[in-house]
């Protein structure tokens, strides 16, 4: 019997026959095989890259920081939470940049909740020092994203004005006071970045926020009738669409479904209405999409009985204005790119969805 190779042997030579079989699939795209080639190289970019030794940096340079951005730190928040923060608000170069840092330098600071003053293309070095900086902390200012629910934004407004959140809580009880004819304020306060003049009460501050709201229904040309409805819509594309351009796409998907007597069943729905909806994931449990709530469309016809979330300016004009198209389904398939597909037919979203479940497995169910 021969010399039994070493478990190191064993491994490399599977690391020449890995490399061997990824410098054949980057052979094959340079060649110009085909698409399922160029398939391959999307999905499986990460992998290719990292057995070549062809990753890229995952930090900006110093001296690449440029204007500035506010980043604001919820309590409860973590590195991690963090780090997909700034990637989100362009500060750092990729979404774990911030929290590989951490680890690499065996640190595990206490953050404190508030608005930052930061740039973009930062270092991820150069970012904690400001966000631990009590110097660089904004005060009476709150910045609130896009998709945010209304208790979050009751959350990032206390800790933004350091006013008490019950104050924020009470404020926000009586959407009639501030001219809304809804059941709730959910979907009313504007996201943007404000910055309070001292004084203010919280009553004051949310009417800024619902006349900021209606600043935007106006400009899409939405009817004082259907402001409710228009931003039920919008909220549900501000929470399905990844990318601006799918925005209105997302929206004429809707459109027709509607307009064909056909369920929406948009997750973000389901997970609205059983309050699972920040978990992270794209995915719903079982649980969500059967449970028999006002905002599942799942189980319920129609749209939901109202906002799901805060949209934005674009996501409004969207809801107002769908584009053109036969769509009837869509699958962000790349949850890293936001890259969706659109399909007119139950056969073309089912490969869609055999793209996402691909990109899903290689990538260890990343956000899926």
């Known amino acids: 019997m021969g010399a039994v190779p070493s478990r190191h042997d064993r491994d490399r030579k599977k690391s ?22 160029a398939w391959v190289w999307s999905t499986y970019e990460t992998q290719i890259r ?35 923060t700034l990637f989100d608000q362009g500060v ?25 003053a930061l740039q973009q293309r930062m270092t991820s070095e150069a970012a904690l020092a400001l966000i631990l900086d009590p110097t660089s902390k904004r005060q ?25 959140a019950a104050d924020f809580t009470a404020a926000v009880a009586d959407p009639s006071a501030y001219g ?43 009817p004082q009738e259907r402001r409710e409805e228009i931003l039920t819509t919008a909220s549900i594309i501000q929470r399905e669409a990844r990318l601006s351009d799918d925005f209105y796409k997302v929206s004429r998907v809707i459109a027709n479904r509607l307009a064909d007597g056909m369920p929406l069943q948009m997750d973000s729905t389901a997970q609205y209405g059983y309050n699972e909806m920040h978990d992270g994931t794209v995915s719903s449990s079982a649980e969500a999409l059967e449970d028999d709530n006002p905002w599942n469309t799942y189980v319920r016809a129609g749209l939901p009985a109202g906002p799901i979330a805060n949209p934005g300016d674009e996501a409004i004009d969207a809801a107002m204005h769908p584009a053109d198209g036969p769509w009837l389904y869509f699958v962000t398939w790349n949850m890293d790119t ?31």
């Open 16 to 37: 020449r026959i890995a490399k061997w079989v990824v410098l054949i699939v980057i052979l094959a795209i340079i060649g110009g095989i085909g698409a399922g080639a």
């Open 50 to 84: 990292s057995v070549m030794g062809w990753e890229e940096p995952k930090d900006f340079e110093p001296g690449e920081a440029t204007g500035e951005v506010l980043v604001t730190v919820v309590d409860g928040d973590t590195g991690s939470t963090i780090s997909q």
């Open 92 to 116: 750092t170069k990729t979404p774990t940049a911030f929290y590989d840092h951490l680890i690499a330098t065996a640190q595990n600071p206490t953050f404190q909740p508030g608005v930052y």
């Open 140 to 164: 009476n200012a709150a910045q609130l994203r896009e998709g945010l629910t209304l208790d979050q934004t009751v959350e990032v407004l206390a800790q933004g004005t350091g006013m008490p």
């Open 180 to 222: 809304v004819a809804a059941a709730s304020l959910e979907g009313w306060l504007f996201p943007a970045t404000y910055q309070f003049d001292p004084g203010l009460s919280a009553t004051d501050i949310v009417r800024t926020m619902v006349d900021r709201t209606i600043e935007s229904l106006d400009a899409a040309g939405v």
């Open 338 to 368: 936001g890259e969706t597909i659109f399909s007119a037919t139950y056969e073309e979203h089912q490969a869609g969805i055999e793209q996402w479940h691909a990109w899903c497995d290689a990538n260890d169910n990343r956000g899926c």
